[in-house]
């Protein structure tokens, strides 16, 4: 049975860990933007980050794209290339 929760945990510990990166990247957001992201429309795949918002907000969003990508990586690895 130890097998098993040993085995579980691995799991765990990854979705742990992506959660703690979509809410760093959306207080980046917050506080480079004034986006108010949640982590439920962030969603990663790699080094991409999708947001789920609406155009407007978006565009408001790619006009700080690099300040807020440098804020995302200072804060968490590894480092994330783009936001889409």
């Known amino acids: 049975m130890n097998h098993i929760d040993n085995f579980f945990a691995r799991f765990k510990k990854a979705f742990v ?24 429309q962030i969603e990663i795949k790699g080094q991409i980050v999708r947001l789920n918002i609406s155009p407007a907000a978006k565009s408001n969003l790619f006009m700080k794209k690099a300040d807020i990508l440098a804020d995302i990586n200072q804060k968490i690895k590894p480092d994330i290339s783009d936001i889409h």
């Open 17 to 40: 860990g992506n959660s703690n990166k979509k809410e760093a990247i959306a207080a980046s957001c917050m506080s480079h933007a004034g986006l108010n992201v949640t982590p439920e």
